[in-house]
């Protein structure tokens, strides 16, 4: 088993992927579930550890999204329960693998989100997540066109899994990215 360490996250991210758009998008993942292990009293730098590896299987097998990705931990020595969280997050499109932790259910959750966050800071004039504020994610949560490819039913069945409201859980989920703007690719 790898140590649960961001750098062994990223170097097992990178053995199979070269595509930087995603790994930003991972490391967002990372962070966003960094955050919710604190308030969900996880593992800090496990949760991390597995937002970062959530799509590792996605710039290579597209088309067997969340199912390569067992194949390829298990040959990192990855144990089953990581490997079944990173499934999970892909429950009703690609998987039949129900989140059931708070781990589980807060990936299924914020993988969608973080990226619409990062789409409405990118077209703010500052490019950043410094000013960017929930009403403005809300604007844009609620048109369809914006960030077209944002699931917003998965953001909200994931809000329903946890109990939390979305307004609360995308601000908690704006807090967990501010930190790590400028590696994702903001300002």
């Known amino acids: 088993m790898p140590n649960f360490t961001r750098d062994n996250a990223i170097e097992i991210w990178k053995k199979y992927n070269t595509d930087n758009a995603l790994l ?6 990372g962070a966003a579930m960094k955050y919710f292990a604190k308030k969900y009293n996880g593992d800090e ?3 991390e550890y597995v937002g970062i590896l959530h799509d590792l299987d996605y710039g290579q097998f597209p088309n067997e999204h969340c199912i390569k990705v067992k194949e390829l931990l298990e040959k990192e020595n990855v144990d089953d329960y990581i490997i079944r969280a990173i499934q999970s997050h892909g ?13 589980e259910r807060i990936l299924f959750a914020v993988d969608e989100l973080t990226g619409l966050i990062v789409a409405c800071a990118l077209v703010r004039p500052s490019k950043s997540l410094d000013d960017l ?10 048109d369809k066109a914006f ?7 998965i953001i909200e069945n994931g809000c329903k899994m946890l109990n939390i409201e979305l307004e609360e859980f995308t601000k ?9 703007g400028k590696e994702i690719g903001l300002l």
């Open 147 to 153: 960030a077209s490819g944002v699931d917003r039913s």
């Open 24 to 29: 930003k998008h991972a490391i967002a993942v």
């Open 172 to 180: 908690e989920t704006i807090l967990a990215l501010k930190p790590f």
């Open 133 to 142: 504020e929930y009403k403005s994610v809300k604007k844009k949560y609620k």
């Open 91 to 103: 429950y009703g499109q690609c998987t039949d693998i129900k989140p059931e932790t708070d781990m």
């Open 45 to 47: 730098n496990e949760w």
